[in-house]
């Protein structure tokens, strides 16, 4: 996600002249919040005229702001990074979801389509957001990260500190600077991509009008 932020961002200050309109999925509203990254998308959509943010949370079912694909206001659609989930249904042609009828209605309007997968083949390094390292935390009473949470995110269990609430965490980072014992964790771990997954995403490799790309950074090279 971070690294599909710095990608625009960088286009952006490469070119002032480049206007970057932002569809955000419903899962991705939760996981922007949760990486820190949501405050920071109007470095990339400041909001005017095709530089706003589409949340699906706001969009509707019907999703109506995809229409614009019809309508010759963009020269391409960038689905980064696009989930699993988000491939399978762009594989089946399943368009209900704000991000995958944007997918169907940039096809239809000839606007090229280009997928980054979160999961390609073999196995990836993915980040994990915020989280409580069991074997670190000394269950403390009195416990500085949870007493500080300027978003209330650590919840407490029989007057301890439970876990993250990743739902109200925003990734700010304030717990794992203020934990004694190191026990708030985030980072990178290993993970293996499923063979239904990589089997999806050959089948998008073959769609009219999607290119597959193979990292957020690959979009650089396309200006």
């Known amino acids: 996600m971070d690294r599909s932020y710095q990608v625009f961002k960088e286009l952006k200050l490469k070119d002032r002249d480049i206007s970057v309109n932002t569809y955000v999925s419903r899962a991705a509203e939760e996981v922007l919040r949760m990486y820190g990254l949501e405050q920071k998308l109007v470095k990339i959509s400041g909001g005017d005229y095709l530089e706003e943010i589409f949340r699906e949370s706001e969009q509707g079912s019907s999703s109506p702001k995809v229409g614009r694909f019809l309508l010759e206001r963009y020269d391409a659609l960038f689905i980064t990074p696009a989930t699993s989930n ?37 196995s990836i390094v993915s980040e994990m957001p915020y989280n409580i390292d069991r074997k670190q935390c000394q269950q403390c009473e009195d416990c500085p990260p949870r007493d500080n949470c300027p978003h209330g995110a650590i919840t407490e269990r029989n007057g301890a500190t439970d876990q993250i609430d990743l739902l109200k965490c925003k990734g700010c980072g304030i717990c794992k600077e203020l934990c004694p014992y190191s026990a708030i964790k985030g980072g990178p771990v290993d993970v293996l991509v499923r063979d239904v997954d990589m089997k999806n995403v050959e089948t998008v490799k073959n769609l009219q009008g999607i290119t597959v790309l193979e990292s957020p950074e690959a979009i650089l090279e396309l200006f």
């Open 86 to 122: 988000t491939v399978s249904k762009i594989a089946y042609g399943i368009a209900d979801s704000l991000v995958t009828n944007a997918v169907a209605q940039a096809v239809k309007g000839r606007v090229p389509v280009y997928v980054v997968p979160v999961d390609i083949e073999g």
